[in-house]
């Protein structure tokens, strides 16, 4: 079975461009949850899809969305790029719950912002 | 509010040493507790989870963890370590109450991470 794959893997922006990433969980699975990574903050909680809905947000900016597809493919969007916006964006799918079942990671898209 | 700590951000072990990485949790009920690996450039590996009942659980790469429910901890061990073991590890807990969903939603709260060197 596929692991989840993004794309892309490196991005590099500049400050007031925007940028889409994609992520294609395992089949199957109907959850998506996205994560931001950096050496400061950690792992933290962007937001969940779940049947083409967003059923949890963190705390970030509005500048931050996403959306699911029919098909649980997901795409998360950062407008208005800032330099703190600079961090390694992993996605992680599971079957219905990102708590009671296990998530499953993907590679990571690393984006750089200058 | 849920919190993870990792109070170790930084450890260093010989290849064959054993290995403690140290993991306490703050949540209001009994917890789902997760230890995930980070190679370099990768995304995250499920090492092992525990959702309920024997406290000491087996995962993969010949990792274990206990969770000690007294201590608030899952502290995640091995008996002999290997230079691949070198990664970035991270202790998660979850379902978390989510502040501004109004109710109980499920996320993983993550730890800092604890980095890993294995010197030959």
């Known amino acids: 079975k596929a692991g989840v794959t993004q794309t892309p893997r490196y991005l590099i922006k500049t400050r007031g461009q925007q940028v889409t990433l994609s992520c294609s969980p395992i089949?199957?699975?109907?959850?998506v949850s996205w994560y931001q990574q950096t050496p400061g903050q950690g792992l933290q909680f962007l937001f969940e899809y779940f049947s083409e809905t967003q059923r949890n947000k963190g705390n970030f900016p509005g500048r931050f969305s996403g959306r699911q597809f029919s098909n649980s493919r997901s795409e998360m969007n950062v407008s208005t790029l800032e330099l703190g916006d600079s961090a390694l964006y992993l996605c992680?799918?599971?079957?219905?719950?990102?708590?009671?079942?296990?998530?499953?990671f993907g590679p990571g898209t690393r984006l750089t912002v200058l | 509010a849920q919190s993870v700590t990792q109070p170790d951000i930084h450890i260093t072990v010989s290849e064959g040493a054993s290995l403690e990485l140290r993991c306490n949790y703050s949540y209001g009920a009994t917890p789902y507790l997760f230890w995930y690996v980070q190679s370099p450039g990768q995304g995250l590996q499920l090492l092992l989870k525990y959702f309920s009942g024997d406290t000491l659980v087996q995962g993969i790469k010949g990792f274990e963890a206990e969770f000690k429910r007294s201590q608030s901890s899952f502290n995640l061990r091995k008996p002999s370590v290997h230079w691949s073991d070198a990664a970035e590890y991270f202790c998660a807990v979850g379902p978390t109450l989510l502040s501004n969903s109004g109710g109980s939603n499920y996320k993983l709260t993550f730890g800092k991470g604890t980095l890993l060197t294995v010197n030959p």
């Open positions: 089949s199957g699975h109907r959850s």
């Open positions: 992680a799918s599971s079957l219905t719950t990102p708590a009671a079942d296990t998530q499953y």
